[in-house]
Each structure stands twice: as C-alpha cells, then as structure tokens.
C-alpha cells in the first residue's frame, strides 16, 4: 500500500525537528524492515500483508519514545512503501490487507502511546517529587489509598531510625501499630481523602528520641478519580511546647513579681491610638484624655485609696493629676521629649478621699506604626519624704530653680561630684572633689579616671563603664591617687546620665577604714568579754568552711578551722544544721532557730542565729552565726508548752467534743440538727462514694466538702473546686473537661479541665444545679464510667475522681420538670447530706459570735473580750436568711466598729421589728418544719412527728395541708433544697 503527500512530508519534517534521534532510529528500522519484506516477497512472488509487521512497528515506537516516535514511524513506513512499489501514487496496486495493518498500528500505536505517555509523565514526576524532598528539614512522607507509603524522605528515615525498606511499600498500621493507626490516624487520613487539609497533633514514645510531641499535616494530591494520595509533614514541636510551658510560667512569675513589688505597676491602654506627630500641646491633651487603667497591683491602686487592683481598672490617671501644675506639664513633657520615657519623675496627684500625693514615677510608652498605644510605669508615693524633704529645707526649690543656685549647692558639698563623659574624661568637678585629689579645677579638666586611681584599679574601669550602661547607681571601693602621690580609700556612687554622660560621688572613707581596723583591734576585747560564757560564735565561707570560731565547747577552735559542719559532726547528724546554712547563703536572709546536736553520747540543744556575710558589692561571701547553749532553758520551755497545750486542750474539750471525734474541726457548732449532719458526713467521708450536700446558701457546704477531701483516703491528692454558677455557660465545658488545642476560636493551646486535675482526688462541683442540660450527659458518663473526651479532642481519657456536689435548689422537682436530667440527679444523690439552716440552730449563734469575734479580732489586732447581752440577743432573734455567711459579715463590721474591749453594737437594720413571721400561725409552721426535718419527714410511729407535736396523725396533716407543706420533701434522698 502507497500513501504520501506533501503535508506528510512536512509533519513528518518537523517532528524530525523536534525528536532527531527518534525519527533516524524509526527510519532506519523501518526501512531495514520494508526491504526485507520485498526482498522475500520477491523471492515467493507476492508482497506479505502489512499487518505482519504491526508488532514490529508497535515495538519501535515503544522504543523509540512512544507518541513521538509513532508519527514518524508511520511516517517512516509509509515513505519506505512508496520508494520499493513501482505504483507509487496509487492505493489500487496494493494488497488489501495493507489497509487492515495501516488502520490496526494506527490504533494500537495511538492508544499505547497515550497511556505510556501517562505513565511516564506521573512517574516523572514522583521521581522529581522525591528528589525535591530529600533535602528538606520537615519528616515527608507519600501515602496511597491503600494507607501504603510511597515516598518516605532521607529526614523521616533519619528522625525514626528506620531503614527504607522497613517504611516503603508498607502500611501506616504495619510501621506505627494498629492500635494507634486506627485510633488516632485512620479517622484524620480517611478526612483528608475526603478532599480536606487536616492538622494536629499527637504525643508519641521514639525507641531512639523518647516521648516526643508531632505536629502532622495531611494534604490530599488529586488525581483522575479524585484525591489518590496524600502527602504527610511530619514536626518535631516538642521543644515549642516546652517554651511555651515555660513562657506561661515566666508569665505567672511575672504577675506573682508585680502583685509582690512594693512599688505601684500599671498599664495603660488608650482607647484610640494617638499619632505622635501632633503637636505637642494637642498630643498631652489627647495622652491625658485618652489613656485608662487596664492593669496595675493592689499597690497602685492602694496608692489611689482603692482596695484592689480590680476596682483602679478603667479608671484615668489624668483625671487625679492637680490642674495646670507646673511638675505634672512637665512630667509630661519630659515623657514626649525623651521618646515617650522618662525616669524618676515627681507628680502631685489626687487621690479618691481627695487628699494630695506626690509620686514618683518611671513610664515607657509603646510606639506602633507612628502611634501612641500604651503606656507601661512604675510608681511610688513619695509623699512623706518630700513633706518632710521641704520642711527640712525651704529653699530647695529656690535653689533648683537656678543653675546658678545649684552650682552653689554643689559647691557646699563635702564629698566630690565629678561628671565625665562615655570615655572617662572629667567635664565637670566641684571644689570638694578637686581638693581630695590635689588639684584645681582647671587641673582636673585635662585629666580621665585612669589618671586618678592606682594602676591596680585602672583594669576594672572598663567593666564599671558597662555595668553603668545597665542602669541604675553602682556603689563600689576606688583607691585613688592625689597629686602628691599619696593613696587614700574612697567609696563611689556612680550612674550613668540619660546623655550617657557618667556622674559620680566620691567620698573619703579613710576614717571609716581607721574605724574598721580600731574594731578589727578591739576583737581581743571582744575576746574576753565571750571567755567562759554559754556564747560560741563563728565564721564560715561559701563553702560552709570555718574561717573563725571563738568560745567553741566542742572542740578547740584550731581543729574547726578549714573544716565543714560534716566533717566534725557527721554528714548525718549535720544534715539539718548544713541545709539552715545553705538556706541563709541562698536566700541571704538571717535565721534564728532552736537546734539540738548530739555530740558525744549527750544532746545539746542551742539557740542558734545566722546572718549572711556580704562583700562591698553586696554579693554573699559567707555566714556569721552565735550558738547559745539554751538546753536547760529549753528543758523548762518544753514543760511550760506542755502545760499550756493541757490546758488549751482542757478548756476547747466541752466546745470541741463533737468536731474532733468525727474529723470537722473547722465546723463550729454543737445543736443536734447539725451534729446529726457531721455524723452523717463522717460515715460517708472514707469511701469513695458520691455526696450530695443540701442547704440553704452561706451554711458551710464548702466546708463541709473540704472536711469529706481530708478526712478520705484522697486527703494526699488534689481537691478541685468548680462553681458551676460562676462560670459562663460558654466555657463552663473547657473549665470541666478541657479543651484541645484549635478546639475554637481562641484555643491556642491545650488545657487540662477541672475533672482531669482532680485525678486520684476530690472534685466539688458547687451550685450543681446551674449545669446546663448539654453538659449533664457529659458528667453522667463520668459518675457512671470514669471516662469522657476534652473539648475538640478524640482521644478518651479515664479517670479516678471523686464526686462532691453542692446545691440549694429542689433538684428532684426540676428533674420532674425537665430542667435537670433525673438520671444525673440518681448518680449525684447516692448519700444526700442536709446542713440546717442557722434559724434551725439558734443555740449555735452565740458560739459562732464568739469564734468570729475572736477571729477577726486577731486579724486587726485587737482585743475584744465582752460582747454585751443586749448585742447577743439582738444577734439570736434575727432570722439571718444568709446564715452563716451573713453573721460572719456582720461580726466583721461590728469588729471593725469596735473601739475597746466591749464588741459594738449590731447595725440599725438588725434592732428593727422582725417581719411577721414571729406571729404564732408562722411559729408554729416553723415548729412543724423543724420537726419534719428531725424526723425526716415521718409523720406516724413513736419516733414520728405527729409523737413529738403531740397531735394525731391526721390532725397534724391538715396542718400540713393548711401551711402547705409537703411531708416527702424532708425525706432523706428524695428531694428538696433544703432536705432529703
């Protein structure tokens, strides 16, 4: 068969152009194949099919790079029938069969070619893919549908310690385990095949690295069906957990220093950021209107007359500044000049009682994008010393006011003031300073520090220098060299100027070293003064080596020098009395303890002191102690704190009988309505079961939870408190259960809720009836199965808790009512412990004043001892409908009120006429409820109301009809707020 034109030429030219070496090779064997075929055609007399040669043709362009080479090797063949047939422009001299060959190889060509092509493009492009990866830092890793690594990167290998043929080809359970691959990674690989990026973490033990944290993000790769892969990135993120742990913890730190400082700490924030380029009397305007308190310690605001630094938030500090002061303007000026900082700046200021304050103050304001946002400072109420500083001296203000005037203050001075620039040389001297060296002041100018001190002492002047840069005022020890040549000692107060200028204060201490080698000389004295005496008295280093001991009643006092603690003693025996020591070398903080020491077969007991030894630059050297042999005086202590623990033992035995037998010592009180509910605490207190505490608000069910927690088998681990009323219902789930980091908006990291840190101990949930009905089935699970998810997460966590709930309200009716779940209520209700309201225990009142009277009174310190019979009667009759609570408050305010040793009277709202429930019908209806609640609701019986009342049965329940009361309710167990 023939088949050629021009436009075959020219395609079969230009792919010659583009694939040269294809198209030779195609030619070339086509045309070896075509003159073979008509050269065996010749010899049979007839040409054989084209389609014989179709394998070959295929083949060749398989070869030959597939799509490329299929054209031309068409091309290739059709050229080579045209050159070996004599018709050459006909398809009429062929053979029929050529047509069938043509159109087959087309075919077959095309379709091979197509999918090879394919083929080898993705495979191209995995193998770039891998390649790329090798050099990556992050762990890369290539998965299949099947959950089978394709691709493992040099990192990912290196990290796991795994050969490639221990990852490749396998699946994720196979190398990671089943359990973890279908718990933790199936559920977010089977998402990610969804078409969805998925991110998180998890927590893994590395045979070679140990417990690591991993951040894993899967993306899916799309291919022609859909996603068919998933490329993974493994991160080591176990050393950015671990600074952000120890970022919160310095952020903590950082709080407990500011709540600790002596001084006033406090941010502002400005309601809408200024621009600093406004001129400058617009921007004080702005600065002062516009800035308000967001932050500040109880110091700040105490400054101010506030209680706390919570009641000083949101309020203006340009609003207590005196109008129009000159020092306030300037304060201000000075912070806008000096790039929004300045130092040590004084403010007259008034405070919340109206009374004037002088401040000192330090602020640094934050600068972003050309605006003034915030402001941080420090301040101190200065108040008493510059009263005091301008009684003292009139005129100082005078004198400041004038360069001049200072000059002349400077010059009066008897030590030397010196002022020298960054590289030390003198700018400015006064007269006292001058005289010291030697010199004028003329003299001086021409002169640097190095020329005024010993050669021994020049070395440390670059060191000083930069510890000045620092900031703040250094005090060290100089030798100084005058004019003549002649040295004297001199102490030096040096700071470092906001020019960077040096400023400096010397003062001569020769007479102070003439004093302290008279003292070093009357040591002998000193000597024989402790000869014989009970005293020992002693040195040590910073290694708690004896450097001086004197008056030693152990051994002499040669045989202690060089030696430690340890080795005269014992390390045993010495234990104790080396760890005061190092506690004092540590914290440079005195110590005064009683210390008993065997020596010898005897015990000798010492009262002991230790005070730190500091250097001239008030850094620790050592300890300086006195022992006082004290054994026959602590002999006689010991007896008289015996006989007064007898005696407090003997005069609390009748008040505190009841508390001490059943563990609640904390609890105040002997009526039997609560001595019956401490019974019934201390029965259920060492099991594990869960408690339901009832009563009205303010009657002690903290308390009491807390006394369960101690008296429990869990008394060593953690009791965790929730107040489910006091948290939104919002993050009431995050506060129980915790949450998982990316949980929601705002979840930046984990956190481990209240349920999760109260493991192996005690959780009280208060107000346990304020828990929304979504989060009931959550708390469910755990009473009944010890185990729930945090916020966000998929892991499920056990836990060992115990269960401790508190509430006033009527649970078992709101479960009637559908607002509370009643199988929740069943769990929580296991053993239900009422605690009497203080109306119920009168008898308890005059007890309970005594105990807060006595408590708060210690606290204020003050001694009050009388409590009239008028004041208790006042405090009886009332109804307190905030129990104890209430009276405590009220106790506290009559402290407070209280000018001597006889307690105040109660306020005006307690002497007033008592609302009708004194009548006799409301007397009665609480008659009746006290009784109820005694008998726990039983009406009938010898131990029944209607027995004690008195009354027939069914007398007394038409009173309970005519007083609408409900008997079941003060049943144990059933229901009720304030009984079951």
Request: aromatic share 8%; charged share 30%; glycine share 8%.
């Amino acid at each position: 068969m023939i088949f050629a034109d021009r436009r075959g030429i020219r395609v079969s030219a230009m792919w010659m152009l583009t694939a040269p070496q294809s198209y030779g090779t195609a030619l070339a064997a086509i045309l070896i194949a075509t003159f073979l075929r008509h050269s065996v055609g010749a010899e049979l007399g007839f040409t054989h099919p084209f389609i014989v040669y179709c394998p070959i043709i295929v083949a060749l362009a398989l070869w030959t790079k597939l799509a490329v080479a299929l054209f031309a090797t068409a091309f290739s063949a059709f050229s080579a029938e045209f050159f070996f047939l004599e018709s050459a422009h006909s398809f009429g001299g062929g053979n029929p069969w050529d047509i069938v060959g043509l159109l087959t190889f087309l075919a077959v060509g095309m379709a091979i070619s197509g999918i090879g092509d394919q083929f080898r493009r993705r495979t191209h492009r995995l193998q770039e893919f891998e390649k790329a990866i090798e050099g990556v830092q992050e762990m890369i890793l290539v998965l299949d549908r099947d959950y089978r690594y394709l691709i493992a990167n040099r990192t990912f290998l290196k990290y796991t310690g795994r050969k490639p043929e221990d990852v490749l080809g396998r699946t994720v359970s196979h190398v990671m385990g089943a359990d973890f691959f279908q718990r933790v990674l199936k559920p977010k690989l089977d998402e990610c095949f969804k078409g969805t990026p998925v991110q998180f973490e998890f927590h893994n033990n590395y045979a070679n690295r140990g417990e690591r944290d991993i951040l894993v993000s899967y993306f899916p790769i799309a291919g022609a069906g859909g996603v068919d892969r998933i490329t993974v990135i493994l991160q080591d993120v176990t050393e950015q957990r671990r600074m952000e742990a120890a970022l919160r913890r310095r952020e903590q730190e950082y709080r407990q220093f500011v709540a600790r400082s002596s001084e006033g700490i406090f941010r502002e924030e400005l309601s809408e950021p200024v621009s600093i380029d406004l001129p400058e009397e617009e921007l004080i305007e702005k600065i002062r209107r516009s800035s308000y308190v967001t932050e500040c310690n109880d110091v700040m605001a105490r400054m101010y007359g506030y209680e706390s630094g919570e009641a000083f938030v949101g309020k203006r500090l340009g609003d207590m500044l005196v109008p129009e002061d000159p020092e306030n303007l300037a304060l201000i000026r000075a912070f806008i000049r000096g790039g929004f900082q300045v130092l040590e700046k004084l403010s007259n200021e008034v405070d919340s009682q109206g009374n004037r304050k002088v401040f000192r103050n330090s602020m640094t304001g934050i600068v972003e994008d050309g605006k003034l946002v915030r402001t941080w400072g420090i301040q101190s109420d200065v108040t008493d010393q510059v009263r005091a500083e301008e009684s003292r001296i009139g005129a100082e203000q005078a004198l400041r006011a004038s360069e001049v005037h200072f000059r002349e203050l400077v010059e009066q001075a008897s030590d030397g003031i010196f002022i020298a620039d960054a590289q030390g040389r003198y700018s400015d001297v006064n007269s006292a300073g001058a005289e010291m060296l030697g010199y004028t002041r003329e003299e001086v100018m021409v002169l640097s520090i190095a020329d005024d001190v010993v050669s021994q002492d020049v070395v440390r002047i670059e060191q000083e220098t930069r510890r000045l840069a620092e900031g703040g005022t250094i005090r060290s020890e100089w030798m100084f060299r005058r004019k003549d040549g002649s040295q004297f000692p001199g102490e030096v107060a040096a700071r470092q100027l906001s020019d960077g200028r040096l400023q400096a204060i010397l003062r001569d201490v020769t007479d102070r070293k003439m004093a302290e080698e008279e003292m070093r000389r009357s040591e002998e004295r000193f000597r024989v003064a402790l000869k014989d005496s009970p005293i020992t008295v002693f040195n040590q280093d910073r290694e708690l080596r004896f450097t001086w001991v004197y008056n030693s009643h152990f051994v002499s006092a040669e045989e202690m020098i060089g030696k430690t603690d340890a080795d005269i003693f014992g390390t045993k025996k010495a234990a104790r009395l080396t760890h005061l020591k190092q506690s004092v070398l540590h914290n440079a903080v005195p110590v005064r303890e009683e210390f008993t020491l065997a020596f010898e077969g005897k015990n000798h007991t010492f009262d002991l002191t230790l005070e730190p030894l500091f250097d001239a630059e008030g850094g620790v050297v050592g300890i300086t102690g006195a022992a006082v042999d004290i054994a026959q005086l602590r002999d006689m202590a010991d007896r008289l704190i015996e006989a007064k623990e007898t005696l407090t033992r003997e005069k609390s035995f009748l008040q505190g009988e009841i508390q001490k037998e059943l563990g609640f010592e904390e609890i105040v009180g002997q009526s039997s309505s609560l001595r019956e509910a401490l019974k019934k605490a201390s029965i259920v207190a060492p099991t594990d079961s869960t408690v339901l505490l009832l009563g009205e608000t303010g009657t002690g069910k903290e308390l009491v939870a807390r006394s369960l927690h101690a008296l429990s088998r869990r008394r060593e681990k953690n009791f965790v408190k929730l107040n489910c009323a006091a948290v939104p219902a919002g993050l009431l789930e995050s506060e129980l259960f915790g949450h998982e980091r990316g949980a929601f908006t705002g979840a930046v990291s984990q956190k481990v809720g209240r349920i999760e840190l109260a493991h192996k101990g005690t959780l009280f949930l208060d107000e346990i009836g304020e828990l929304p009905l979504e989060l009931q089935p959550k708390l469910l699970r755990v009473l009944q199965d010890r185990e729930f998810e945090r916020l966000g997460g998929v892991q499920t966590l056990h836990v060992d808790v115990r269960i401790i709930a508190a509430t006033n309200r009527n649970l078992q009716q709101e479960a009637a009512e559908k607002k509370f779940r009643e199988d929740l209520f069943y769990r929580l209700n296991v053993f239900p412990v009422y605690l009497p309201a203080l109306r119920e225990r009168p008898g308890d009142i005059p007890v309970l004043v005594e105990h807060f009277v006595e408590k708060h009174g210690a606290k204020m310190g003050r001694h009050i001892d009388i409590i009239p019979t008028e004041t208790m009667d006042i405090l009886e009759n009332w109804s307190w409908p905030g129990n104890i609570r209430e009276l405590e408050n009220m106790i506290e305010r009559m402290v407070i009120m209280t000018k001597g040793r006889v307690l105040a009277a109660p306020p005006a709202e307690l002497k007033e006429e008592r609302p009708p429930d004194n009548s006799l019908t409301e007397m009665e209806r609480e008659h009746i409820i006290r009784v109820l609640r005694e008998t726990n609701g039983v009406l009938s019986g010898a131990s029944g109301a209607a027995n004690r009342l008195g009354l027939k049965r069914t007398t007394l329940q038409s009173m309970l009809k005519r007083f609408n009361i409900q008997a079941h309710e003060f049943r144990r167990g059933s229901s009720g707020a304030y009984g079951a």
